[in-house]
């Protein structure tokens, strides 16, 4: 019942024709299509809605028959903080904005022939041969998807007058006015004059008549959240503000409810033990031990658990880098040791869970100038000693 809805929004979506019946030619692949609900939550873990929609089932396809190239670029972390440090240090608004179906405005690459999903009903031909849904818009699941979207939305920004960065392909400027791209979300910063406030609107309303935006968009939302960023803005005092925080709320939940410490547990300290050195001695070795350890860690997402802490620490908790980078070093044959230092990493993360990265505009910041500031921290490697695997030093 709840396919029928979806594959209708999705075959008549903006009055585009994403989808058409056509009769199955012999000979071509055609591929299955499934119905996938997802809960979304907002980045500080709040409830959002759940999300429904027709995807591909791209396990069936193979290259170079089905698709060609799909990578596409996404904006880097450090492209994301600069801009809301820009928006900060120059007094300058930062808005988001998030394109609704994103994938559906690209054009296949090659022919896709789909069969009908089960809760629509099939159709034939006159003579009674099987008919399918030949995309003539990209969806969900095509490998070719993402590449599509993103040459459909960097062609729009160069035909509205934007530059792309040489530096990072995901930013695009056009004067004052960045636009920061991650997939279909668009962070946006510009300054708080009149006529690049129109400038921006105008912007947002050219968007607006080639894609669609979520409903009751207006380009107009301050960014409080970004791809799981939560930002906190100090108010505005005097056309300026003070400070803003990144936190990763979302992620941090997402991780402590994984290893069952949502309700509590003991926090401690430090990321690490002291002096502590993820070893390969460590790992699991050949015989009887080691097959215990092995199956101790059988049920164990570790990589799981760590890829979650090694965004976070990306995103605004740089406090983890070291000891995502030695959890990490072992992560492809990890340990019961190892386990006990990861679980420690998290209790840190949920003993402080509230710290974020915080950005402040002094006082007599210059408008015109951005100092830019470096810190490290590392392992030199005569520290290691014969004791450990090799004599690498481990920054952070």
Known sequence: LCFNAIATEHGTLDRR?????????????????LLNLRLKFHADGSYDKCKARAVIMGNGMCYPRDHGLTHAPTARETTVRTEFCRALHKA???KCFDISQAFTYGRPDRHVHLEFPAGMKQEYGKDGEKKCKYLN????????????????????????????????PSLYKRGELHVCVFVDDCLCTFPTSDKCVADYKEFVECIRKS??????????????EFCGMCIE????????????KITAPKAVNS???AMNFDGGCRTADTPLPSKTQCKLTDCPQKGPEGDTNRDFMADKNYLGHLGTLSWVQRVCRPDLAHACGCLARVGHNPGKVH????????????????MGL??????????????LEGMTDSDFAPNYGNEYDNYRSTSG
């Open 17 to 33: 024709c994403v989808w058409s019946s056509r009769l199955q030619p012999e000979g071509a692949p055609v591929h299955r299509m």
């Open 92 to 94: 300058y608004h930062c």
């Open 137 to 168: 818009f990209n969806l969900y699941g095509s490998p070719s998807g993402p590449r599509c979207w993103n040459v459909a939305l960097h062609n729009k920004f160069l035909e509205m007058g934007f530059d792309q960065s040489t530096t990072d």
């Open 211 to 224: 894609f669609a935006l979520r409903d009751d968009d207006d380009g107009m939302t301050d960014a409080n």
């Open 233 to 244: 803005w100090a108010p505005w005092i005097n056309n300026s503000r003070a400070y803003f």
């Open 255 to 257: 991780v402590l409810r």
């Open 339 to 354: 386990w006990r230092l990861l679980q420690q990493c998290v209790r840190y993360l949920h003993g402080t869970r509230d």
């Open 358 to 371: 915080v950005y402040e505009r002094r006082s007599n910041a210059s408008t015109t100038a951005m100092t």
